[in-house]
Each structure stands twice: as C-alpha cells, then as structure tokens.
C-alpha cells in the first residue's frame, strides 16, 4: 500500500468569529488530503458460497492499514465495509466494534460536502451497516454479466466518523489493482481499494 | 374485398372523385384504396382514419424479398427491432418497448414472451396479405399489451379456383427460406394451405470465444386455413398455425445443449349477418407456447434445463350495429384464460380475465368522423382496468384534414414478474415474483440466508398494479396532388406504473433478493413524418422520419436537482451533472430515418429498388456507473442499413429476385448482435 500526502490544506478556523477576544488563539491542525492505493481487502468463500476472513483494517489519522484491535476506523473485506463503531452485524469473522465511529453516505463530489449533516450518521447495528453492501445500494454498482465489474457509483461520498470522535470523507476511486482507467473483471485483480479522503484531525470539528 | 363494402366504394367516391378526375388525362396512377381492419375491427378505409396507422403491402414484401416479419417491420419509420438477453428480435413503437406492443395475426394474439419480447422473426411473411400497424394506445379494443400500438398480420385469402406458388430463397450464412403455398376456392368453400421452412447456420461477431452470436437454427411454420359460406350471411372461418424451431444452445466450451419451441394457433371464427343492420360473430381462439432447453457438460450429463408452457384460451362474441352506411356500434363479451408452467415458478399460476368493449364510430357531419370506445377488463391477480379512447377526423378539404386522439392502454403484469423463484446456482442472488415474496421471503429468513430485510414485506400485501400509459396523437395528412402525400403526426405517451427491480433484501452470501415494484413514470414524446411521391406507375419515392425524446420523469428530476454525478473514466473523481447532460431511456434513438426508391422497367418486366434506413445514436448500458444515461456514457453509434432489390418476371409466372441486404456492411460486433453484415440472396418464386 502507498500513501501519497498532497495538497495539504489550511484549516478553517471554527468558532474564531464567536470568539470575543484575540488574546485566546486556536491553533488548529492543518486538515489531510490522502491518496490510498491499492488497500487489497480479500475475501474467502463467495460466487454464492458463504463469505468469510479477515477484514483489513484502515486509520484515518495515520493513513495505514492496521492490525489493532481497536484503533482502527474502517473494515473493509471484498465490497463490505464496516465502522468501528455500533454492534456486529452478524456476518463471518467481523472485528468487534470498540469505538465511537459512525457513517453515512453523502451524494456530491469529494469538494462539495463541506460538512458533516451529524443528524445523518449511523452506527452499525446488528443486520444494518452503516454503509450498506449490494449493487446500488451503497457506494459501487455490479454489472453483472457480460463485464462482472465493480464500479464506484459516481457521486457517492462517504462521510465517517472516526473510531475517536474526528470525521473524515471518503471517494472510492476503484475496486481494481492500480485503478485501470478502464478495468477487466476477468483481466485485473480485484479488491483492490483505491480512494481519496479528507481526514478533519480537530476535535469536534465538522467542517472539512 | 371491395365488393364486400359497398359504401366504402361510395366513401372512395365521394372523397377522391375530384383527384380521380384530374388524374384522369394525365398519367394514368393507380390508387387503389388501402383498407384495414386493426384500427377498428371493422374495415376502414386507411386515408379515412382518424388514428395514425400504416399498412405494408404484400407487394412491398415481395419487392424487398422480405422472408421474416422482423426484416420488413424494421424498414418502417418509426419501428426498430430490438434485441433482448435472450435473443429475440421485438419491436419498438413510438419509443415504447417491444413488449408494449401487441402482435396479432388474423386478429388474435401471439403469446411467449418469455423475457418480454415477443420473437418477430419466428413468424414467415410468405402468406401474408398486409401488415397492418395502429400506433398509439389500443388497449380500448385490444386490451393488454397495446400501450404503443398493435401490429396485426393479415394472411392471405384464396382467389377463385385453383392456384398456389413456391418460393425459394438462398443467402449468405446458408440461410434457407422455403416455401409452398396452395389455396382452392370454389363457391362457397375456400382451402388454403402453407409451408415454410426457414434455416440458417448462424453468424459469428466476436471470433475467438466458443459461441457463436447466432447459433445454427431451422425452423417449420404450417398453415392451413377454410372458409365456408353457409349463406350469403352466414360464413364459418377455421385456421390452425404450427411452428417449431430448433436451435443449438451453448452457453460455454463444456456446456452445450439444444433449445426447441412448439407452438400451435387454432382460430375458429362464425359470422352472421341478420340484416343489413345487425351481424354478430362469434369466435373461438386457442394457442399454446412451449419452449424447452437443456444444457449438457462435456461428459453429456445434464446440467440444467428450462421450460417455458403458456396457454391462452380465448372465447369472444361480437356484434355489430349499422344504424346508417357511415355509423357503426362494435360490442364484444370475451374470456381470457391463461396458465403458465415455467421452471423457477413455485405455483402453476392461471389467469383468468373476463372483459367487455363497446364502439361507437361514425360521421355525424360529411367532413367529420368520430371515433369513441371502452373496454372493461376484468382480473383475478391485478387492478381491473377501463380503457377509454376517443378520436376525431377533420376533413378540411379534399386535399388536406386534420386528427387526433387519446386513448388508454395498459400491460398486465406477467407471470415471471408475480410468480417468479428464482435463485442464481453461480452468483447466488434471488429473484423473487411481487406474490411470492410474502411467502418465499419467511422461508429464506427461517433457512437462516436473509441478513437483513430491505423492504418489509408489508409493501408487498396490495396487488401489483399494470403497467400503464395515456397516449395523444395529433396528425395532419396533405395530398396537394395525388401522386404526392405527406403525413405528419405528433405523440406523446405518459407511461405510469411501469415495473422494475429492487432490492428487498440483503442475503448472508453478500447478494441480494430482488422482486418487483410499480415505480417510474416514463414518457415518450416526437414527432413522425412520412412523404410519398409516386412519379408514374413506374417510379416512387417514399421517406419517413422520427424524432424521439423519451425520457425518465424521475431521471429528470434528479438531473435537475444536481443529484447526479459523473467520472470521466471509471476510476477517476466525480463531478456533477447539468440538467441537459441527461440523455434518456436506454436503446433509443432521437433520430430515425428511411428513404426507399421503386422502379419498374416495364419492358423487361423487372423492378428494383434501393432503401436506407437510418437510426442515430443511443446508449444500451449505463458505462459511468451512476444510474443513468447521460451524455459522458459510451453509446452505440448511429447507422445506416442500405438494401437493394431486384426482381425480374419470366415466362409470365417465374419471378426470379437478386439482392444484397446491407450492401455497406455494416456491423458493430461489440454492441450489436442482429446485423450479421453484407447478406446476399437469389430468389425464385413461381406461380401457378
């Protein structure tokens, strides 16, 4: 997995209006723009047979995969993501949830959800993801037969809040190894998470 | 024909005299008036009608050496084929899907839509008198199925004595088309008796890949067909049709297997006339549709095999009241009764629908005709449905009138959307018929496959309502000369309730259970414009053309709304779609075109003809993955077929025919698999 740090960009300085004097400075972390390439997120079992094995496990705050039991955000195994936040859903070989984290999913481009509708965010819950899994239902679109592919639904934004209470927004790009601009389901490996995401590092803070 | 008609002649008369009279001293054109029968189950004379409709004449399809009813339907303005999965060839009206348009022959319905489409190219034009189209909604007289319109295929009848025909037609692919037809007619007893066999060895687009994009087939239709006049008043009609097909069926380099479709018609029709005011008929139809496929593995054991039985009983009793020569009352009483047996259906399901019509046509001044009817259809399984319709003609003068109409129309749910248990043995999704979801859905949940449940299965307890649409037409015919006509005509169709998939629930194997639900509303809206001019008896040009927009209302909503977003390559950021990036619904063209030229060269007894059809660009498959089709999807590009013809008369009944189909050859192996490319054929027909 590569991680690469572009753009980073200046935050915002929140409640520096409501803020009576200019004696009392927030100094506020800058808020991080990454590029994950390549997060493979394998599955056991599927074509119709039972799906299990381990998810992998991704940190907003440091950009990496991880194979802590609780510090981690996101789950992600096959097309099923998970939160580190709610209860089991009930599926094979989930890690169990020992965070606050919380998602849903955001209709506009990366740049355009600026903030985070709080009102909107779900645990998961036991049968209910938080981001669901399915064709159309959550953030790609299965083509079924001829090209069998799978394909990030344009549009979908993916907004998170993290096991430690920040929030982040998420695109994924490609579900293909090195995101082929035009991927082969039977020539390109799959499970192969590309995304971009915007990681707010300041407590509380709901603007991106 | 005509003899049986008389104030059809006087109609003739009383509206063409002037044109008539003018021809006369010139160029002497014949113009024999076209009558049809679809419109309004009475014989009406075409130009009369105050609907949009079209007749293809036996003349044309021996002209174009027309074999199959999909090759001559295609060259009609307006009318595509399209293709579905599983092959057949349907037809699209005024924008409308194939399986909203209902077919007939000799004014009963085909049946076996087993995907929806109903195959044009399982049925021979060799018998065929006319093909009659009426576009826009018909479900007034016809009921289900007629939203976009009706296409009936009018057999031929015997003329007096003894006489028949052989015809025979070799092409590219090794396409066989033979047939033989013998008619006998003397007094009150008719015979007439067809055969035809259709074979090819198939075609292949893609190379490299076991199958093939069509996979050799041959194929048989039987006709036989007697009318006997009891009296001058009473006459007694009997047909049966028989087709059968067999194809080669491979699904892969091991798996491979045969596909056969059985399908039989009987039509038995009474008429009686008790005075010059009053006649009733009374009608007796039957058909079944049955097709079986097996697929075996490379050791020829059984892998998997499918069937498909569907059979439509249909008694109806009809009768007619002509007050006066120019006014018509039209009831009818009739019983549909329909059963399915289908592999992946867990009942037997039948359908049983009793249904009432009634019509008024008449002119109540000389420049106006009014047309107004309404069926009553009642069902065991879904919504019982009233279909009004009503249409006026204006007659502004002898060279120009004017018409409209409105009319309902609706399509019944089938029986794979209420009944169909289906769970795919590779993939592992379910889909599931809207009546089965109450009781297969606690069963999957009890086997311990439902993770989570979607939609609850409370939404499922209503009965599923048919798909159903309200259709405007508004046209004008303009004949300055007689041997120049232009037709114009203007349509919309709202299209409520139509039915698609969804997502119920999410199964423990990471796919899902989908079933069925009333959701869109869909229109269609163009314009149609069709111009003949016929030079002489020798030379005549004709052209048609559409513009279409047929479009999504939600779609359009969510353009609007900015809720729709794009990526320039699959894996590349998303951006936001304007309101005018949105294309509309799947395999429509906005533009549609032909142009044919006929000419016949007396002296060599021979005719020709030259014909392009063209249609422009449309999507099949939404590429970027958001849901529609906008204007940064791959889309198929526009083309042009062109065909020429010629045939040439020998020793007075040998009718010898050469032709190039596709001259240009074209193809488009990645999104088209109907156009096989350049097809070359000789003809021979003779009559005796």
């Not at chain 1, 394909?151 to 096991?163: C, D, E, Q, R, S």
């Not at chain 2, 595509?80 to 022959?105: H, N």
């Not at chain 2, 009891?230 to 596909?259: C, I, K, M, P």
């Not at chain 2, 039989?264 to 139809?285: P, Q, R």
């Given at each position: 997995?590569?991680?690469?740090?572009?753009?980073?960009?200046?935050?915002?300085?929140?409640?520096?209006?409501?803020?009576?004097?200019?004696?009392?400075?927030?100094?506020?972390?800058?808020?991080?723009?990454?590029?994950?390439?390549?997060?493979?997120?394998?599955?056991?079992?599927?074509?119709?047979?039972?799906?299990?094995?381990?998810?992998?496990?991704?940190?907003?705050?440091?950009?990496?995969?991880?194979?802590?039991?609780?510090?981690?955000?996101?789950?992600?195994?096959?097309?099923?993501?998970?939160?580190?936040?709610?209860?089991?859903?009930?599926?094979?070989?989930?890690?169990?949830?020992?965070?606050?984290?919380?998602?849903?999913?955001a209709n506009g481009t990366l740049s355009s959800v600026t903030s985070v509708d709080t009102s909107r965010l779900r645990e998961d819950a036991v049968n209910a993801q938080a981001i669901p899994t399915g064709s159309g239902t959550g953030w790609y679109i299965y083509a079924g037969a001829p090209t069998h592919l799978i394909t990030p639904i344009a549009g979908k934004i993916l907004v998170f809040k993290t096991h430690d209470g920040k929030y982040a927004k998420m695109e994924v790009l490609s579900y293909y190894k090195d995101a082929p601009a035009n991927?082969?389901?039977?020539?390109?490996?799959?499970?192969?998470?590309?995304?971009?995401?915007?990681?707010?590092?300041?407590?509380?803070?709901?603007?991106? | 024909?005509?003899?049986?008609?008389?104030?059809?002649?006087?109609?003739?008369?009383?509206?063409?005299?002037?044109?008539?009279?003018?021809?006369?001293?010139?160029?002497?054109?014949?113009?024999?008036?076209?009558?049809?029968?679809?419109?309004?189950?009475?014989?009406?004379?075409?130009?009369?009608?105050?609907?949009?409709?079209?007749?293809?004449?036996?003349?044309?399809?021996?002209?174009?050496?027309?074999?199959?009813?999909?090759?001559?339907?295609?060259?009609?303005?307006?009318?595509?084929?399209?293709?579905?999965?599983?092959?057949?060839?349907?037809?699209?009206?005024?924008?409308?899907?194939?399986?909203?348009?209902?077919?007939?022959?000799?004014?009963?319905?085909?049946?076996?839509?087993?995907?929806g489409t109903l195959d044009l190219s399982r049925i021979s034009v060799g018998n065929i008198k006319q093909i009659e189209i009426v576009k826009g909604a018909s479900s007034s007289l016809y009921g289900s199925e007629a939203l976009g319109g009706v296409i009936n295929i009018i057999t031929d009848t015997p003329k007096h004595g003894f006489n028949g025909n052989v015809n025979y037609r070799y092409g590219t692919y090794n396409t066989h088309d033979a047939s033989a037809s013998i008619a006998y007619k003397k007094e009150a007893f008719s015979i007439d008796?067809?055969?035809?066999?259709?074979?090819?060895?198939?075609?292949?687009?893609?190379?490299?890949?076991?199958?093939?994009?069509?996979?050799?087939?041959?194929?048989?239709?039987?006709?036989?067909?007697?009318?006997?006049?009891?009296?001058?008043?009473?006459?007694?009609?009997?047909?049966?049709?028989?087709?059968?097909?067999?194809?080669?069926?491979?699904?892969?380099?091991?798996?491979?297997?045969?596909?056969?479709?059985?399908?039989?018609?009987?039509?038995?029709?009474?008429?009686?006339?008790?005075?010059?005011?009053?006649?009733?008929?009374?009608?007796?139809?039957?058909?079944?549709?049955?097709?079986?496929?097996?697929?075996?593995?490379?050791?020829?054991?059984?892998?998997?095999?499918?069937?498909?039985?569907?059979?439509?009983?249909?008694?109806?009793?009809?009768?007619?009241?002509?007050?006066?020569?120019?006014?018509?009352?039209?009831?009818?009483?009739?019983?549909?009764?329909?059963?399915?047996?289908?592999?992946?259906?867990?009942?037997?399901?039948?359908?049983?629908?009793?249904?009432?019509?009634?019509?008024?046509?008449?002119?109540?001044?000389?420049?106006?005709?009014?047309?107004?009817?309404?069926?009553?259809?009642?069902?065991?399984?879904?919504?019982?449905?009233?279909?009004?319709?009503?249409?006026?003609?204006?007659?502004?003068?002898?060279?120009?009138?004017?018409?409209?109409?409105?009319?309902?129309?609706?399509?019944?749910?089938?029986?794979?959307?209420?009944?169909?248990?289906?769970?795919?043995?590779?993939?592992?999704?379910?889909?599931?018929?809207?009546?089965?979801?109450?009781?297969?859905?606690?069963?999957?949940?009890?086997?311990?496959?439902?993770?989570?449940?979607?939609?609850?299965?409370?939404?499922?307890?209503?009965?599923?309502?048919?798909?159903?649409?309200?259709?405007?037409?508004?046209?004008?015919?303009?004949?300055?000369?007689?041997?120049?006509?232009?037709?114009?005509?203007?349509?919309?169709?709202?299209?409520?309730?139509?039915?698609?998939?969804?997502?119920?629930?999410?199964?423990?194997?990471?796919?899902?259970?989908?079933?069925?639900?009333?959701?869109?509303?869909?229109?269609?809206?163009?314009?149609?414009?069709?111009?003949?001019?016929?030079?002489?008896?020798?030379?005549?040009?004709?052209?048609?053309?559409?513009?279409?927009?047929?479009?999504?209302?939600?779609?359009?909503?969510?353009?609007?709304?900015?809720?729709?977003?794009?990526?320039?390559?699959?894996?590349?950021?998303?951006?936001?779609?304007?309101?005018?990036?949105?294309?509309?619904?799947?395999?429509?063209?906005?533009?549609?075109?032909?142009?044919?030229?006929?000419?016949?060269?007396?002296?060599?007894?021979?005719?020709?003809?030259?014909?392009?059809?063209?249609?422009?660009?449309?999507?099949?498959?939404?590429?970027?993955?958001?849901?529609?089709?906008?204007?940064?999807?791959?889309?198929?590009?526009?083309?042009?077929?062109?065909?020429?013809?010629?045939?040439?008369?020998?020793?007075?009944?040998?009718?010898?025919?050469?032709?190039?189909?596709?001259?240009?050859?074209?193809?488009?192996?990645?999104?088209?698999?109907?156009?096989?490319?350049?097809?070359?054929?000789?003809?021979?027909?003779?009559?005796?």
């Amino acid at each position: 997995m590569k991680t690469i740090k572009f753009l980073p960009l200046l935050a915002f300085f929140i409640g520096f209006t409501s803020c009576s004097s200019d004696d009392d400075t927030i100094i506020a972390l800058p808020v991080e723009s990454e590029l994950i390439q390549n997060l493979h997120a394998p599955q056991e079992g599927g074509q119709g047979e039972p799906v299990y094995g381990e998810f992998a496990k991704f940190n907003f705050a440091t950009g990496q995969t991880t194979t802590s039991e609780t510090d981690w955000d996101i789950a992600l195994r096959g097309t099923i993501i998970l939160i580190n936040g709610g209860e089991k859903t009930g599926i094979d070989d989930e890690p169990n949830r020992t965070g606050n984290g919380s998602a849903y999913i955001a209709n506009g481009t990366l740049s355009s959800v600026t903030s985070v509708d709080t009102s909107r965010l779900r645990e998961d819950a036991v049968n209910a993801q938080a981001i669901p899994t399915g064709s159309g239902t959550g953030w790609y679109i299965y083509a079924g037969a001829p090209t069998h592919l799978i394909t990030p639904i344009a549009g979908k934004i993916l907004v998170f809040k993290t096991h430690d209470g920040k929030y982040a927004k998420m695109e994924v790009l490609s579900y293909y190894k090195d995101a082929p601009a035009n991927p082969d389901a039977y020539e390109d490996l799959d499970k192969y998470y590309t995304f971009n995401y915007v990681y707010q590092p300041n407590e509380g803070d709901t603007t991106f | 024909m005509l003899k049986r008609v008389p104030h059809i002649i006087l109609l003739f008369f009383v509206t063409f005299g002037y044109a008539q009279k003018k021809v006369k001293d010139s160029t002497k054109v014949e113009n024999l008036e076209e009558v049809l029968i679809t419109a309004t189950r009475t014989e009406r004379q075409l130009s009369s009608l105050p609907l949009p409709a079209q007749i293809v004449s036996k003349k044309e399809i021996e002209a174009v050496n027309s074999v199959r009813l999909s090759d001559i339907l295609n060259e009609q303005t307006g009318l595509t084929t399209v293709s579905d999965f599983g092959g057949g060839e349907g037809i699209q009206m005024q924008g409308l899907d194939s399986q909203y348009t209902l077919i007939l022959i000799d004014g009963v319905p085909l049946v076996g839509r087993s995907a929806g489409t109903l195959d044009l190219s399982r049925i021979s034009v060799g018998n065929i008198k006319q093909i009659e189209i009426v576009k826009g909604a018909s479900s007034s007289l016809y009921g289900s199925e007629a939203l976009g319109g009706v296409i009936n295929i009018i057999t031929d009848t015997p003329k007096h004595g003894f006489n028949g025909n052989v015809n025979y037609r070799y092409g590219t692919y090794n396409t066989h088309d033979a047939s033989a037809s013998i008619a006998y007619k003397k007094e009150a007893f008719s015979i007439d008796g067809f055969f035809n066999r259709f074979s090819t060895s198939g075609y292949d687009l893609l190379e490299g890949d076991f199958l093939n994009t069509v996979e050799p087939f041959s194929n048989y239709t039987f006709n036989l067909k007697s009318t006997y006049d009891f009296s001058d008043n009473t006459h007694l009609l009997v047909s049966g049709r028989y087709f059968t097909q067999n194809q080669e069926y491979v699904a892969s380099e091991e798996l491979s297997g045969e596909s056969k479709i059985k399908e039989w018609n009987a039509h038995v029709k009474l008429t009686h006339k008790y005075s010059e005011k009053w006649s009733s008929y009374f009608e007796f139809y039957a058909t079944r549709y049955k097709a079986d496929e097996f697929l075996n593995d490379s050791e020829e054991l059984l892998f998997s095999e499918g069937d498909f039985n569907q059979l439509l009983i249909r008694p109806e009793i009809r009768a007619t009241y002509n007050p006066t020569k120019k006014t018509s009352f039209i009831g009818g009483l009739g019983w549909n009764h329909e059963t399915l047996e289908r592999t992946d259906f867990s009942t037997k399901p039948e359908f049983n629908s009793p249904y009432i019509y009634l019509q008024y046509d008449g002119n109540p001044t000389e420049k106006i005709n009014i047309i107004l009817g309404a069926r009553f259809d009642a069902h065991n399984e879904y919504k019982s449905q009233f279909s009004p319709k009503g249409a006026i003609r204006y007659e502004i003068n002898d060279k120009i009138s004017v018409k409209g109409s409105v009319g309902y129309g609706f399509k019944a749910p089938d029986f794979r959307q209420l009944y169909f248990d289906f769970t795919n043995s590779t993939v592992g999704y379910t889909v599931l018929g809207y009546n089965q979801v109450t009781t297969s859905i606690p069963e999957l949940i009890e086997e311990g496959q439902i993770l989570n449940v979607v939609v609850p299965i409370t939404e499922f307890e209503d009965e599923l309502r048919p798909e159903n649409s309200v259709s405007f037409n508004v046209g004008s015919v303009y004949q300055p000369i007689s041997e120049l006509k232009f037709e114009l005509n203007i349509f919309r169709n709202n299209i409520q309730d139509l039915i698609d998939t969804r997502v119920i629930a999410n199964k423990t194997n990471g796919q899902n259970v989908f079933s069925f639900y009333n959701i869109n509303k869909v229109y269609t809206q163009g314009l149609e414009f069709n111009g003949t001019w016929k030079i002489n008896n020798y030379l005549k040009f004709s052209g048609g053309y559409q513009l279409l927009f047929a479009r999504d209302k939600d779609a359009e909503d969510a353009f609007k709304n900015g809720d729709v977003y794009a990526r320039l390559t699959p894996s590349s950021p998303s951006f936001q779609l304007k309101k005018d990036d949105y294309f509309g619904l799947y395999n429509r063209s906005r533009h549609m075109a032909n142009t044919k030229v006929f000419y016949t060269i007396e002296k060599w007894n021979l005719n020709t003809n030259l014909r392009a059809t063209y249609r422009s660009k449309y999507g099949l498959f939404d590429t970027n993955a958001n849901g529609y089709l906008d204007d940064y999807d791959e889309f198929v590009n526009g083309y042009a077929i062109l065909d020429w013809a010629v045939n040439k008369i020998v020793f007075k009944n040998y009718n010898l025919g050469i032709g190039v189909d596709n001259f240009l050859d074209f193809t488009d192996t990645q999104n088209i698999t109907s156009i096989p490319g350049r097809l070359f054929y000789v003809k021979l027909n003779i009559q005796f």
